[in-house]
């Protein structure tokens, strides 16, 4: 097993260097939600369907991603605060390439 | 005024299946959702979409399992107020409630279980200068009435259906209608699409694709909104209009329930969980997503049975003098206040001379 450092910047500017495990099958909302960077009910409303932007992140570094999915371009097409680099947090699988990646959570809609 | 045992507010999966636990025990129950159709969550963000942890259920349908719980709770006869949300809340000297909803009408009950998840879905709003300003003065999240935009200058935006539908509909109704959407794919059934396309190419709809609203203007009411389609600003473009529609859809929001007295943690409201997941008012429950206790999970199959629990307590509280003996359904049946009653057949006894 092997973890890796993330760094996320919450809602208030605060950065948080998180090491983040990449063999529990998790995503970078839910890593967010278990170091309770946001607090509950602001972030993954949806419970990491796509389906709100309630973890939307600006990616900060220059990490090769994968590509979004057509749930998640369609999701960010109609959320708020988006940005070139805007992704959703839910469909960010932590993987081994992550290590290093640093991000900064969108402002929750109002 | 409806009457009835047991209020529940928000009609998901856990707050119908409460009406089945309550209706075992003689209970009514009335259900009161902010959204049109019952369901919660299943029905409003995810109909179509799989669940694989609902026990004896190895996959069902988010939308399948409300139909299911419809049908299961239809002998017990509940009551409905959809369309409008639970607003404030009155406890009477008797200790009874009266909650009234967003359009005024009243519900006494002696209990009341709040099964309202994540909160009542509301309008996403863009977050634009000076939008509540114009909120009904050219802005609306929903459409009412489509009347109101008859022979109109309508600007709707969103990638959905109903932006879609909406853009439709009120392309024979409006002198005008512009569809503004921040790419050129949509999300919508594939039919609405192609209509669309359709009502673009004979000129009955003025589609901006990319494109984004970025600004209202107006003074007391909305005149123009201004529209981005590169990131340049400079090339922003002014469009003349009566009306603004942003259809992004809908996100719950605690709301009203946050102000009635309870004790509020995470979002979500704290219950006595070691019992019967009443809230610190006594005679006020809460089951599913919108309660928390240490290591609450989120789950539909936690909801079930924190609703029944619940009904057990409920139904001391109605009737404190009575002892209740649990009977498992196989043993007493189902009997509905329809008159319904199922049962499980009587073994066949018969003698071998």
Redesign the interface.
């Given at each position: 097993m092997t973890d890796i450092k993330i760094k996320i910047t919450d809602r208030d500017g605060v950065s948080h260097e998180v090491e983040a495990p990449t063999d529990m099958n998790m995503n970078l909302m839910e890593l967010v939600r278990a170091y309770e960077l946001a607090p509950e009910g602001t972030i993954g409303i949806c419970g990491g369907m796509a389906m709100c932007a309630s973890c939307q992140c600006y990616v900060q570094s220059d990490h090769e991603l994968p590509e979004m999915s057509d749930d998640e371009e369609a999701m960010l097409s109609e959320a708020f605060n988006v940005r070139e680099n805007s992704r959703l947090g839910c469909q960010l699988h932590i993987s081994e390439e992550m290590d290093g990646l640093a991000v900064e959570l969108a402002p929750e809609e109002g | 005024m409806i009457k009835t045992d047991i209020l529940i507010i928000g009609a998901g999966p856990t707050g119908l299946f409460a009406v089945f636990e309550a209706g075992l025990l003689k209970l009514k129950c009335h259900l009161i959702d902010a959204l049109p159709q019952p369901g919660g969550?299943c029905s409003e963000?995810?109909p179509k979409?799989p669940i694989y942890d609902i026990p004896g259920f190895p996959e069902v349908l988010a939308g399948d399992l409300v139909d299911n719980l419809m049908e299961q709770i239809k002998p017990f006869q509940p009551g409905f107020t959809l369309g409008e949300r639970a607003e404030t809340i009155e406890k009477l000297e008797d200790g009874t409630f009266i909650v009234t909803t967003s359009k005024g009408t009243k519900h006494h009950a002696p209990i009341v279980a709040i099964a309202g998840g994540?909160g009542s879905f509301e309008p996403?709003?863009?977050?634009l200068e000076d939008i509540a300003k114009y909120e009904d003065k050219g802005v609306a999240y929903m459409i009412k009435d489509p009347e109101v935009y008859r022979n109109k200058k309508v600007v709707i935006a969103?990638?959905?259906d109903s932006a879609l539908d909406w853009s439709i509909f009120l392309a024979d109704v409006a002198s005008e209608v512009t569809l503004v959407?921040?790419?050129n794919?949509f999300?919508g059934a594939l039919d609405s699409v192609e209509k669309v396309q359709h009502l673009k190419d004979i000129g009955k709809i003025n589609l901006v694709t990319p494109g984004e609203v970025v600004g209202l203007q107006g003074e007391d009411t909305l005149k123009s909104v201004i529209i981005r389609k590169t990131t340049n600003a400079a090339e922003d473009m002014m469009l003349e209009t009566d009306f603004f529609i942003p259809l992004?859809?809908l996100?719950?929001k605690?709301g009203p329930i946050g102000d009635w007295g309870l004790e509020i943690e995470?979002?979500?409201i704290k219950v006595d969980n070691a019992l019967d997941y009443q809230t610190n008012i006594p005679g006020i429950y809460a089951i599913g997503d919108v309660n928390?206790y240490p290591g609450k999970l989120?789950l539909i199959l936690c909801g079930f049975h924190e609703a029944t629990l619940m009904c057990q307590s409920a139904y001391q509280r109605i009737f404190p003098d009575k002892k209740y003996v649990m009977k498992y359904t196989t043993v007493g049946g189902v009997t509905g206040f329809d008159g319904s009653k199922k049962e499980s057949p009587k073994a066949v006894v018969k003698a071998i001379n």
């Open positions: - | 969550q963000l995810y979409k994540l996403r709003k863009p977050p969103g990638g959905g959407h921040r790419r794919e999300r992004f859809g996100s719950p605690l995470k979002n979500a928390t989120k």
